[in-house]
């Protein structure tokens, strides 16, 4: 069966920091895997997709980057972290059978 | 531009009433929707789909109804229970082009004991 592993769960970093979050998925190949962000009264916001290694589309103009080095590899970055990057990021994939499942999410504070 | 739309933030209904939460959406094109359902801290879980080609679809306590012309599904839960508590999404794609889904911002429904 398929998983999908995210993570740290939390994460307090300092401003000016970098970020790394990971989401690997297990049990299918060539996913699409997603980047979303769910920050407070703004809902789920797509971030990054990729259709596949070293393929990303950005939704937002932002701060962040995301690269998947590996086929069931997805990762989020950012050099230098902004207060407003502080939210719920949560990875997914689909196999276009069923929609998304999602990672258990990351809880990002910036301080 | 916020294609899929939940006006309305927050809901509280008794416990053992009818839970409804509504969705707009703005792009005809869409032509499969989902529900999902989310716990703090957690990722979201689907709940339950619709495709185009239908106008209800139904799981146990759960309904989604799908009124294409008024581009508008409703998510119908009864009866409802304190375990239903939670932020509710809906989601809208077009099947053909690969999947790609966009969310609503969500509701928090709160079950009353």
């Known amino acids: 069966s398929q998983t999908i592993h995210q993570w740290p769960a939390t994460l307090v970093q300092p401003v000016g920091s970098p970020l790394s979050l990971e989401c690997t998925v297990e049990?299918?190949?060539?996913?699409?895997l997603y980047w979303y962000r769910q920050a407070a009264g703004r809902g789920l916001q797509l971030l990054f997709y990729s259709v596949g290694i070293g393929q990303i589309s950005s939704e937002v103009p932002q701060n962040l980057s995301a690269s998947r080095p590996q086929d069931r590899q997805f990762i989020l970055s950012s050099k230098k972290l902004l207060l407003s990057d502080s939210g719920f990021y949560l990875c997914a994939w689909t196999d276009f059978n069923y929609g998304y499942t999602f990672g258990s999410g990351t809880r990002l504070t910036v301080v | 531009d916020q294609q899929v739309k939940q006006n309305s933030p927050s809901l509280s209904v008794q416990e053992g009433r009818i839970s409804i939460l509504n969705c707009d959406y703005t792009?005809?094109?869409?032509?499969?929707f989902l529900w999902y359902k989310k716990y703090p801290a957690e990722g979201p879980t689907f709940l339950i789909s619709i495709s185009s080609i239908k106008d209800k679809n139904e799981d146990g306590r759960f309904t989604v109804f799908l009124n294409k012309s008024a581009k508008h599904l409703s998510l119908h839960i009864v009866p409802s229970q304190p375990g239903d508590s939670a932020v509710y999404f809906c989601a809208a794609s077009v099947e053909s082009t690969g999947n790609q889904f966009y969310f609503g911002t969500g509701t928090s429904l709160t079950v009353i004991p």
């Open positions: 792009n005809s094109m869409f032509d499969y």
């Open positions: 049990g299918t190949s060539n996913p699409n």
